[in-house]
C-alpha cells in the first residue's frame, strides 16, 4: 500500500506489514502533517509512519484508489492534518457506519494488521501466485495455489520483511503476461512459429517465410487458436500453404506465372506440344524455355511454322451455283501457284495467273457471275467481287461460268 503522489514532489509511505483478507472492508487513513511527516492507518492502528514532510504539490492531481482494485464506499477528505482525537472521531464514525471494528490507540510499525489485531513476529507475504498472506518469522516455503500457478516458493521472514526466493509459476493452461499468469492459448497458425498466446497479449506475428502481417488472438478460454496468415509479396496461397511465385517466359505456352511445386508448364500455343519442366524456386527466378513442335509444324529459328505439305488443285464448281466436283483438274497447264497446306485467304484468275489476296475486286466486264458455294465456304459475293477463305481457288473461263478451285492435300 503506496501512500505518494507522482512528478517532481514525490514521497512514500508504504504499509508493507497489511494482511490481505479477502473481501473484509477496512478503514484506511493516510495523514500528511508538515511538522510530523506522514502516517498510515488501518482500522485505528497505526500501521507505518514517515518523516517526509513535504507537501502535496497539488491537491487536485493526487488520484485516489490508483491501481486499486476493489471498491470504496466512502472518501473523506480534509483540507487540514486532524489531530489525534479529530481522526479517531472520523474512524469511530465510518467503523459505526460500515460496521468495521476500530481498535484506536495500537501501534503496529514493527508487524502486521491483520484485521483489527497487531500481529508481531510475522511478515505479510508479498507474492503474487498464492492465497497466503502471513507467514510467521524464520523460514520456510508458500504454496503457489492461486488459480493459474502452481508450484512453490521458498522465503524468509525476518524483522517483518517476507522475502521470497523467486516466482510462483504458471500451472498447464496459464501463461505470464506483464506479472501475472492469465489463461494461455495453443497456437497452430500457418505462416507463424508462435505456439503459445496468453488471453489479452499481442496478436500472432506472422514470421515465417512467405507469410506476412499479424493473425489476431482471440484467446479467451484456453481453445487452440487456428488459421493462416496472409501472403507475403512474391507468394501465393496453394493448398493451404504460401509459396513463391515466378513469372514465365516460355515459347510455345500462353501461362505467365507459375508456383514452387507446381505442375510442367504446358505447350498449348498452336503449333507446339508437350510441356517445360517447372523450374520455379524460392529465389522467385522466371522459367525460361521453348515449348517442341506439334506435329506437321516444324522449327524455324525463332517459332515453330507449319511445314509445308504439297497438295493439289480440285476443281470444285465450273457453273453458276454447280456443286459438282471434278478430282484432277487443274487451272490451267501453265498454273504457277504451288498448291500446298500453307495456302491461306488465295485465289487465281485464270486471264492472268496472278495469286491475289482474299479480296478482290473486277475493275471492269465480264463480272463474277458465281455468288456463292455451298458446303465448302468457297464463294464470291456479288456480281463484281469475289472473297475465297484459305485453300480456295477461282478462275472466270467466261462472262457467265466460273471456275472455283481448292487446294487439296493428303
Known amino acids: 500500500m503506496t501512500h505518494s503522489q507522482g512528478g517532481t ?12 483478507e479477502g473481501e473484509t472492508p477496512k478503514i484506511l487513513t493516510f495523514t ?3 511538522a510530523v511527516g506522514k502516517k498510515v492507518y488501518i482500522n485505528g492502528i497505526l500501521a507505518s509512519e514517515s518523516n517526509n514532510t513535504d507537501k502535496l504539490s497539488n491537491i487536485s492531481t493526487l488520484p485516489i484508489g490508483k491501481n486499486y482494485y476493489g471498491e470504496i464506499g466512502e472518501v473523506v477528505a480534509f483540507n487540514r492534518s486532524l489531530d489525534n482525537i479529530e481522526r479517531q472521531e472520523v474512524e469511530e464514525y465510518l467503523s459505526a457506519k460500515w460496521a468495521i471494528k476500530n481498535s484506536p490507540n495500537v501501534e503496529c510499525t514493527d508487524g502486521t494488521v491483520s484485521g483489527s489485531e497487531c500481529i508481531l513476529g510475522t511478515c505479510s507475504v508479498d507474492l503474487i501466485g498464492t492465497t497466503t498472506y502471513l507467514v510467521n518469522s524464520g523460514s520456510g516455503t508458500v504454496s503457489c495455489n492461486a488459480t493459474g500457478y502452481s508450484g512453490s516458493v521458498s522465503y524468509t521472514c525476518a524483522g517483518g520483511t517476507f522475502t521470497g526466493s523467486s516466482s510462483c509459476s504458471c500451472a498447464s493452461g496459464y501463461g505470464l503476461s506483464g506479472s501475472y499468469c492469465v489463461r494461455a492459448c495453443p497456437v497452430s497458425v500457418t505462416g507463424s512459429t508462435t505456439t503459445t498466446v496468453v488471453t489479452g497479449g499481442s496478436d500472432i506475428a506472422c514470421d515465417q517465410t512467405g507469410y506476412s502481417g499479424t493473425f489476431t488472438n482471440n484467446c479467451s478460454s484456453g481453445e487452440t487458436i487456428t488459421g493462416t496468415c496472409n501472403c507475403a509479396s512474391g507468394y501465393t496461397l496453394s493448398g493451404g500453404a504460401c509459396v513463391k511465385t515466378c513469372p ?8 505467365t506465372s507459375t508456383l514452387v511445386g507446381a505442375a510442367a508448364i504446358t505447350c498449348d500455343q498452336a ?3 508437350g510441356t517445360v519442366a517447372n523450374s520455379c524456386n524460392n529465389s522467385g527466378t522466371a522459367v525460361t524455355g521453348t515449348c517442341g513442335c506439334a506435329s506437321g509444324y516444324s522449327w524455324n529459328g525463332s517459332s515453330c511454322n507449319m511445314t509445308a505439305v504439297n497438295g493439289r488443285w480440285t476443281l470444285i464448281t465450273s457453273t453458276v451455283r454447280n456443286a459438282g466436283v471434278t478430282d ?13 497446306n500453307l495456302v491461306s485467304g488465295k485465289f487465281t484468275l485464270a486471264s492472268t495467273m496472278a495469286v491475289l489476296t482474299n479480296s478482290y475486286t473486277l475493275s471492269s466486264s465480264p463480272y463474277w457471275d458465281l455468288h456463292y458455294w455451298i458446303g465448302n465456304n468457297c464463294w464470291c459475293s456479288g456480281s463484281d467481287s469475289c472473297n475465297l477463305p484459305s485453300g480456295c481457288s477461282s478462275r472466270r473461263s467466261s462472262t457467265t461460268t466460273m471456275r472455283v478451285y481448292r487446294c487439296d492435300y493428303p
Open 9 to 20: 514532489n514525490k514521497y512514500n509511505s508504504n504499509v508493507s506489514s497489511f494482511e490481505r
Open 32 to 34: 500528511q502533517d508538515s
Open 248 to 255: 514465365v517466359s516460355v515459347t510455345g505456352s500462353s501461362t
Open 271 to 273: 503449333g507446339y506440344s
Open 328 to 340: 484432277g483438274s487443274y487451272p490451267t497447264s501453265s498454273q504457277s501457284l504451288t498448291c500446298t
